[in-house]
């Protein structure tokens, strides 16, 4: 083992060798505007013909000009694009979709669906379009955005999906059938990510319909996968739902987990959770000891932590971004550059492209136009302003128009080595690809809000501030409002102890009956433990003792060098 | 589905360039006839590209540019080397692309990795055509050495053959330097004349010399390494010197800032430069300070290049250079290790009296410390005070009274240290140079500050360094520059940038965005994790610059850390967060009169944005004319040291009246909105314990006023909240309404449908009766079918019978046979009998006929009645 990895090491250190040629033209970045045009027309090259030759089935084939069912019968690519269409400022057809859906979307269908995809696409989709379907003008109930007819949409998609939760070790089975459950003799085994991706859409659920029952599937699940970690505190890529034992056990960050870790750090930011957080800080440490090479990060045995395949996914590209919402921009744009470099070699990521051979492997040479680079430049985009990530924008919009544009739509490429394309539009390239482009050439959109602007609801709840920024994306790319979770779920008592503290700044003679202390007493005892969380509680607090200097939920201002770590510029040590 | 495993292969290759272009395009990848057209011409350029690629796209033009203004001496080729079935991609494995090839008839490939600009490309390709100057006269040589850039020049004299030995080795050098340093920094010249060659002591051809400003310059050591191309070249670039040092980021990942900034600090002097243009004064005017910064060997100042350069200064300046350093030094043992030197800025408004303040830190307060025992104080404490300074200035206006005051003050944030500051007044010219300490703050105004005790008599004890605070600084313009590098232990190194590529980086360091001209310095000292600006309003031309070596080399630096400012926020925007920034920072903070709640955060923080609406509801909530919620971007905003956060979001309470006692929010409470009003109730100012007197009613009343328009506020937003529970209810009323409309609906529905049933059934009885008698009369139909047939095979039977009797009768009739003709009467008789038997089937066969038929037709009502 050690011997390959030093024989590996020393690849790896080629690759400060291959690097490209100067910034040049490039100095000035490109043309934001008119790439953010380019993008827009591309939407609607893509989404017009959806609509044409492929509605009502899932995704658009765009070699032969027809639609195809994929993964269940929902009309996904328009359930997916409906968020997109107002990012992009189309508020008539926002209206228009939201109205389609509502009369056509029918869920008590006998197809067997992905839980997870159902859950990321369809469940996810309905949830933003819902929370943002007042800013798109669309006439909202009185107890929106606690009720709605998306909500209840999402709500009986998410309903659906609940009985794939019944298994011994709470950890969902990968496929149940939409209107009879489980199918007897469906496979126990689920991939890592088709576990620990629930937490964002479920709790949002929760908090806005006040069911908790799909926020405590969606924990109990990820305490599952935090309990079967290995003792290197590593997870693999397959488990057995029933068993709780790992079916394949190379761990990494990209496929068949990558979403687990997403979420984890998602579901911390929305829910201001440190048990979550600590839960990402545990692993990160360990994918930083095992996995991390050079500033790639390769797929190790989960037990003892040696190499297995020394391979960078298309999938794995969403990492720095994750990283720079936790602070850790230094390393993320490290990170960042070694990916861009195998985007300049294809004009594409490939599935799968080997390290020190730094060529693809075979049988995954494709790329289906996936997000994951576009959306990690991005958010560093907003954390450095640096035009090197603008330049993989403006490469992302060449090399999709230029490779994968036919008349009917844009096609998967299939295999990167010659360009050869295949008859699918993936639903997430209208959800994903195509709004991170936008939004990276779009420093002013709504989505970008800083907290500067915001909206007032009042609703029979209460007065909330909605629309104030921090949208947390779902890995769908679906943007879902945290001020909204806090905006129904606010309990009375609440009001009244902020009413009563109010009363406090108005009179000369201070009381002194709140004091500080006494809340924060208040404030930990608030969240219920039960017994099998004990263990991880645990964890997080001897985290919280040892690092007692910061909370879990912050991230590290930046470093004196970051000023000028742009335009490929990378530094080490910052201590 | 067959359509599942449809594919399109890529679509074919199309030209790149345009038709009319001076480029050649060899858009199927034709390496072949790249190969042949190399033939054709003595320098040739190769455009490798991926049609796809961003960056190709964006050189395209760039080459374009370079190909019409050279077109006629070198020939560009461009190479589509993606196509997979072009012979390019089949041979070469790029990585990335676009890639520049060169060749010098058969040298090269000479690959060109430096900024995918037009000038820089044509520069390049002028060095490949040209590698080698021809120094033909003294003062073309003069020209040569007095570069910035290291210069190697051979002698060869070509009287004796066509081609002196070693002159092709020579000029292949320079080719294979090319190689090496694409950014072309040793320039190769060639010297023919022998008067020439004597003025920097070459006599032998074949020589060749490296050129050295502050150290010796070297010539080639022929004995001891073998005279090849590469190994002169690995000869230049081993030895030469780099006094200043373009730094050209290639834009990929890179640590070469890393790596240079690590080595101590850094002058970085961002400039616009056009590598074409013939002369460069500014960088000709930069040079003579480096030069002159790394001069440590008096010997060297006879060299002919430094003659040359410094005709203008005058020759006495070196022999005084001693003096000023013993001057300097003297300067440095007699400051007070606790002291600096704080010049202020003209537009300030103590510098209408003073313009220069000595500033001294004290340890112990109270306690007068011996001059010669001066505590030692850290850096860390002379940049607090700086600050505390800064902050606390306006107070001087007060005091300010003679050409020399001092006065001393509190430290912000150490109780046990104060500080002594004496300002006095120096003339004009002095300021000239010394400017990079833009202050960070807006004018104060004259108004006491409120921070500082009101008891200001506390603050005369009796001035520590009073008449020592005479100003040092003062002879500062007489420390001179040259050698200074080697004098000095804070050595800069010297860069430069071309604005025109790199202007990024010099906005990252606080270069104001609105500026025509692109001219910016800055000193980066990355372990102290600090930046020093040169003033912005001063041109950067010779002297502000050497003043600004000067005044960071100086062991007591006057020169003032700079706090980058984000200059993107509008302030005029009334907002219900106060956006705060460097500048504003004292301003809404210290100088407010209401209590601060200031949230550090930065845009790309997830855990900061997931809080706005938290803060927007805590400012909507406080009474606004006592409290102010603010925030700040630090990401986009230096401040001072004792200001700054480790972790966002970090949230700080500064209390009215007692902002300099400012309170952290404790990091393990969850921030929500009773927390913070928790937090803030619990550190607001106290003034319970005071007797009520007629301020305090009236402070009371104002209260009350605030407190009934919160009120007011709150029954506004309660109104409002009980419409929307009406409207809530309303629509439940009708959602309820018409769920028993709908349910009513059913109910008759139900009955309908019951009703419907019943006559269903009745329907079905009937149909089952109707069926049952159809069935007796089919079962008596079968009885007359059995009947029939009964009797037909009764008929069959007698028919037999009959047969039978006819078979006898034949036999008695043959037997009779002889009697026949006697009985012809018989006869007949016997004919008739034979035709009945043959009629009898017949008529059983037509009867079966039937039998079927009728039980078809039975079938068929059967069905019918189903």
Known sequence: GAAMLRSLGSLLCLWALRLPPGPGAAARGPDVASYRERVRAMFYHAYEHYLESAFPYDELRPLTCDGQDTWGSFSLTLIDALDTLLILGNVSEFQRVVNVLQEGVDFDIDVNASVFETNIRVVGGLLSAHLLSRKAGVEVEVGWPCSGPLLRMAEEAARKLLPAFQTPTGMPYGTVNLLHGVNPGETPVTCTAGIGTFIVEFATLSHLTGDPVFEDVARRALKALWKNRSDIGLVGNHIDVITAKWVAQDAGIGAGVDSYFEYLVKGAILLQDKELMSMFLEYNKAIKNYTKFDDWYLWVQMYKGTVSMPVFQSLEAYWPGLQSLIGDVDNAMRTFLNYYTVWKQFGGLPEFYNIPQGYTVDKREGYPLRPELIESAMYLYRATRDPTLLELGRDAVESIEKISKVDCGFATIKDLRDHRLDNRMESFFLAETIKYLYLLFDPDNFIHNDGSDFDVVITPYGECVLNAGGYIFNTEAHPIDPAALHCCRKRKEEQWEVEDLMQEFYSLKKTKKFTFKTASDHGEGERPKDPEGATSEKAGEKRNSRKSSHSLLSCPSQSFNSKLAVLGQVFLDNT | ?866
């Open chain 2, 1 to 866: 589905s067959r359509a599942k495993d449809v594919t399109m292969p890529a679509k074919l290759p199309v030209s790149f360039f345009s038709p009319r272009s001076p480029v050649i395009d060899l858009f199927r990848g034709q390496l072949d006839s790249a190969d042949q057209l190399r033939q054709d011409s003595e320098i040739v350029l190769y455009f490798f590209y991926a049609p796809w690629c961003g960056q190709s796209i964006a050189a395209r033009e760039e080459i374009e540019r370079v190909a019409s203004a050279l077109s006629d001496r070198v020939l560009f080729v461009a190479v589509n080397c993606w196509w997979n079935q072009g012979k390019c991609r089949k041979q070469k494995h790029f990585f990335y692309f676009p890639v520049i090839h060169l060749y010098h008839q058969s040298f090269g490939p000479i690959e060109y990795k430096g900024p995918m600009s037009a000038v820089y490309i044509e520069k390049f390709v002028r060095r490949v055509m040209t590698p080698l100057l021809y120094i033909s006269s003294r003062s073309k040589l003069l020209d040569f050495l007095s570069n910035y850039e290291p210069g190697v020049l051979g002698y060869f004299e070509f009287n004796a053959s066509p081609q002196p030995p070693g002159y092709l080795t020579f000029f292949t050098s320079a080719l294979h330097s090319l190689k090496k340093d694409y950014l072309g920094t040793i320039r190769f010249g060639v010297i023919t004349d022998k008067r020439v060659a004597e003025e920097i002591s070459l006599e032998r051809s074949g020589s060749v010399y490296l050129h050295r400003h502050a150290n010796t310059s070297l010539v080639y050591p022929k004995d001891m390494m073998n005279y090849t191309a590469e190994n002169i070249c690995r000869w230049a670039l081993e030895n030469r010197e780099m006094l200043i040092r373009w730094l050209r980021p290639h834009g990929g990942k890179s640590l070469l800032l890393n790596n240079e900034l690590k080595k101590g600090p850094a002058l970085l002097i961002f400039i616009p430069y056009n590598p074409l243009a013939e002369i460069h004064p500014l960088l000709d005017e930069i040079t003579k300070v480096a030069l002159e910064y790394h001069k440590c060997n008096k010997s060297q100042a006879a060299e002919p290049d430094l003659q040359h350069l410094d005709t203008d200064s005058p020759a006495s300046d070196s022999s005084v250079t001693d003096a000023h350093t013993k001057l300097a030094e003297t300067f440095s043992i007699r400051k007070s290790p606790c002291c600096n030197t704080v010049v202020l800025p003209q537009w300030h408004s103590i510098s209408r009296t003073h313009n220069v303040c000595e500033l001294c830190v004290n340890q112990t307060l109270g306690v007068k410390p011996d001059k010669v025992l001066v505590p030692h104080c850290n850096f860390l404490e002379i940049e607090a005070a700086l600050d505390s300074f800064y902050l606390q200035e306006h107070t001087f206006f007060q005091v300010i009274s003679s050409t020399i005051e001092c006065s001393n003050f509190l430290s912000f944030y150490s109780p046990f240290s104060y500080y002594t500051a004496c300002c006095r007044t120096v003339n004009r010219h002095f300021l000239s140079f010394i400017g990079s300490e833009k202050t960070i703050f807006q004018t104060p105004k004259v108004a006491f500050s409120s921070h500082g005790k009101k008891d200001n008599s506390q603050f005369s004890i009796p001035h520590i360094e009073d008449r020592n605070c005479f100003i040092p600084d003062l002879n500062i313009s007489n420390i001179n520059i040259t050698g200074l590098s080697c004098r000095t232990n804070k050595t800069l190194n010297l860069y430069l940038l071309d604005s025109n590529l790199f202007w990024i980086y010099a906005e990252r360091l606080g270069a104001s965005r609105s500026a025509h001209l692109k001219e910016f310095a800055a000193i980066v000292d990355m372990k102290e994790e600090v930046h020093y600006v040169l003033d912005q309003n001063q041109s950067l031309v010779g002297p502000t610059l050497e003043n600004f070596i000067k005044n960071f080399s100086i062991l007591y630096s006057p020169l003032k850390r700079h706090l980058v400012d984000d200059p993107s926020v509008d302030f005029q925007e009334q907002r219900v967060i106060t956006e705060v920034t460097t500048n504003s920072f004292h301003e809404t903070v210290f100088l407010s009169e209401k209590s601060v709640l200031l949230l550090y955060y930065a845009q790309w923080c997830g855990f900061c944005a997931s809080l706005n609406h938290v803060f927007i509801q805590l400012a909507r909530l406080l009474p606004p004319d006592n409290f102010t919620v603010a925030r700040i971007d630090v990401t986009r905003n230096d401040l001072p040291w004792e200001f700054m956060a480790d972790h966002l979001p970090t949230i700080l309470f500064f209390p009215h009246q007692r902002k300099e006692q400012s309170v952290k929010f404790p990091e393990d409470f969850p921030v929500n909105l009773p927390n913070l009003l928790k937090f803030i109730l619990h550190h607001s100012s106290l003034s319970s314990s005071e007797p009520c007197t007629k301020e305090c009613r009236h402070k009371e009343s104002v209260l009350q006023q605030g407190h009934i328009s919160h009120l007011e506020r709150e029954i506004q937003k309660l109104r409002s909240e009980i419409s929307a529970l009406h409207q809530a209810h309303d629509q439940l009323e009708a959602q309820l309404s018409e769920a028993r409309r709908e349910e009513q609906r059913l109910q008759q529905q139900k009955h309908t449908l019951e009703k419907q049933h019943k006559t269903l059934q009745l329907h079905s009885e009937q149909l089952q009766a109707t069926y049952d008698q159809k069935n007796q009369e089919l079962l008596e139909m079968a009885e007359k079918l059995q009947e029939l047939a009964d009797a037909s095979e009764n008929l069959l039977k007698e028919n037999a019978l009959l047969r039978i009797l006819v078979a006898s009768r034949e036999g008695k009739l043959q037997s009779k046979d002889e009697i026949k003709e006697a009985l012809q009467s018989e006869q007949t008789l016997s004919e008739v009998k034979d035709i009945s038997p043959s009629t009898a089937p017949a008529t059983s066969e037509e009867s079966r006929i039937d039998n079927t038929d009728t039980r078809e037709t039975e079938q068929s009502t059967a069905n019918r009645t189903e």
